[in-house]
């Protein structure tokens, strides 16, 4: 059996102008880096606001497990069996971090012959995206402790800098720094840190914001400490947004590449859903949907993360009305969630998938809270037995909701053709309704409960009286308005990774609140989720490496 970068690099690829001609681009409209990735220019992002809006669906999954669920092949999948279909389909996916492919979870281009191209591009560098965003970050860092070294004009509190640093690494040493040691000349020394790029507020900016005046207005609303009266200091009181958006002109741009069957592809943006949004770029979701009949996107890890947050962030602000969201789970994930061991997921166990149905249950009942009609897709394993499979049908029949067994893996688009047939008769029902979560006007703490009792079925979430002081603080300022976004395990609806299943009555542990105010949310830290991610026992960059040219290891 070929591996999935064998097939990719087997794969017939069309030149990437003839991919954007498909979506009524002209080789003018494209900014090509190589043959087969370009670009999309800014005026083309403009010119294409005309046309008419098309049926956006998205594809998120059951709580991950180490079996895996497939969530990004299964949205490739569905894109391609659309096009197969007779829909004119696009996907948008988010751009990889090099933390995870180096640490431990490989690439992020989908798999089999679901995959998109080039493979190998997308997961190592790609366009740059990523290094504009730690560049931009970093530059506003630079800026800020350069101000205080000079005078500190605007009697920035050192104690109170809240702006970290960033790099696309997984490095857990660097959560905790103290920088500006060794002497006057090298600045005031205080307490400080490094992010993941993936948590950068500037990573949440980029897939926000709506065009580049946009960009730089909420970059200059970042706030990166406060004064000694408490007062905050923002990017524009630092006069840093104009740099900032020079350096993030063309990462704006979205990233147009092609499925396997040659299908576009828009692959932009990276933020994490565990600690941000977990989305791809509002501005590549928004023109593919002017550009065509369908668009398929991608919410990270589980419903309980990446699609609350696509509801109650990302919609919120761009304005989008889904039309359908597909739940992706596998018999595999299932026995996992029902408390089989790693060693025995491949022997037939209805009972154990009937059991860890509980978890599917949850995120089907969750996902109908934001009335957006709902299939849930069955990634298919070759080890799947008939009575595992007619097990979850019923009882997904049992709930109001039509699984399909997809086998998009091993057959592509035609493999997810009837998936992409139910996807489309909801799509097209106009059963959608879509509604957020909560409103805008209730309160900060109000809106964390909400998610942690509705969705993670909390019975109590705890904040402490530092938090509670702060968020109170940040409505006065003005910012009660803004959605929350919860940074936790994407393991568990709990707190505590190895409470898998469906747990009910536990408490969500809020140690701290971050203030996001140029992408517009406010972050809550539960339990003992970290920023910045630390490499396993065995990172993947050990076995990674270079053999006549070629790259092995990585997948």
Not at 117 to 124: G, S
Not at 327 to 343: C, D, E, M, Q, W
Not at 385 to 390: G, M, N, P, V
Not at 456 to 482: D, F, I, N
Request: aromatic fraction near 6%; hydrophobic fraction near 45%; glycine fraction near 10%.
């Amino acid at each position: 059996m070929k591996t999935d970068i064998e097939i990719a690099r087997e794969a017939d690829l069309q030149p990437i102008n003839e991919i954007g001609a498909g979506l009524g681009l002209s080789p003018a409209d494209l900014l090509p880096y190589g043959h087969d990735k370009a670009k999309v220019s800014h005026k083309a992002l403009v010119d294409v606001q005309e046309a008419p809006v098309g049926k956006l669906v998205l594809v998120t999954a059951i709580s991950p497990t180490p079996p895996g669920e497939g969530k990004t092949t299964t949205t490739v999948g569905l894109a391609d069996g659309l096009n197969r279909i007779g829909r004119k389909a696009t996907v948008c996916i988010r751009e990889a971090s090099l933390g995870p492919n180096f640490g431990m979870k490989g690439g992020a281009a989908g798999g089999g012959l679901a995959q998109i191209v080039p493979m190998e591009d997308m997961n190592l560098h790609f366009t740059g995206d990523f290094h504009a965003v730690t560049s931009a970050h970093n530059l506003l860092a630079a800026l800020l402790d350069n101000h205080i070294h000079w005078g500190n004009s605007l009697g920035i509190d050192p104690r109170r800098v809240t702006w970290r640093r960033v790099m696309d690494v997984n490095d857990r040493a660097l959560r905790e720094a103290v920088v500006a040691l060794g002497g006057p000349g090298n600045g005031q020394p205080r307490e400080t840190g490094f992010d993941i790029t993936a948590a950068s507020e500037v990573m949440a900016i980029l897939c926000l914001a709506t065009d580049l005046e946009d960009l730089e207005r909420r970059l200059g609303r970042i706030v990166v400490a406060e004064t000694f009266d408490r007062t905050p200091v923002t990017a524009t009181d630092l006069g840093a947004e104009g740099a900032m958006t020079v350096l993030l002109k063309d990462a704006l741009q979205p990233n147009l590449v092609q499925t396997l069957e040659n299908n576009p592809a828009f692959v932009h943006g990276g933020p994490f859903a565990n600690i941000a949004h977990g989305c791809n770029s509002l501005i590549a979701t928004r023109t593919a949907l002017h550009l065509s009949e369908y668009v398929v996107t991608e919410a990270g890890f589980g419903a309980d993360l990446g699609a609350e947050k696509f509801f109650d962030i990302v919609c919120r602000v761009a304005g989008f009305r889904p039309d359908a969201v597909v739940l992706v789970a596998t018999i595999r994930a299932l026995k996992a969630n029902g408390g089989v061991p790693l060693a025995d997921i491949g022997r037939e166990n209805v009972e154990a998938v009937l059991a860890g149905c509980a978890n599917l249950e949850r995120h089907v009942e969750n996902l109908k809270l934001f009335g957006v009609p709902l299939v849930v897709a069955l990634n298919h394993f070759d080890g799947d037995s008939d009575a595992e499979l007619r097990a979850v049908q019923s009882l997904c029949a049992r709930n109001g909701v039509r699984a399909v067994v997809a086998d998009h893996w091993a057959k592509g688009g035609a493999g997810a053709a009837e998936l992409a047939t139910a996807v489309s008769e909801i799509a097209e029902s106009g059963e959608a309704d879509f509604r957020p979560l909560y409103p805008d006007d209730l309160s900060l703490a109000h809106k964390l409960e909400t998610v942690a009792k509705r969705i993670y079925r909390a019975e109590s979430v705890y904040l402490p009286q530092s938090v509670r002081r702060r968020l109170q603080a940040w409505e006065e300022a003005g910012y009660g308005h803004l959605p929350v976004c919860m940074a936790k395990t994407q393991y568990s609806f709990t707190a505590e990774a190895r409470l898998i299943g469906a747990p009910n009555g536990h408490e969500i542990p809020v140690r701290e609140v971050r203030l996001a105010a140029g992408a517009g949310f406010v972050v809550a830290l539960c339990g003992e989720i970290m920023t910045m991610p630390g490499l396993p026992r065995r990172p993947a960059a050990e076995t990674i490496g270079l053999d006549d040219g070629l790259i092995t290891g990585l997948f």
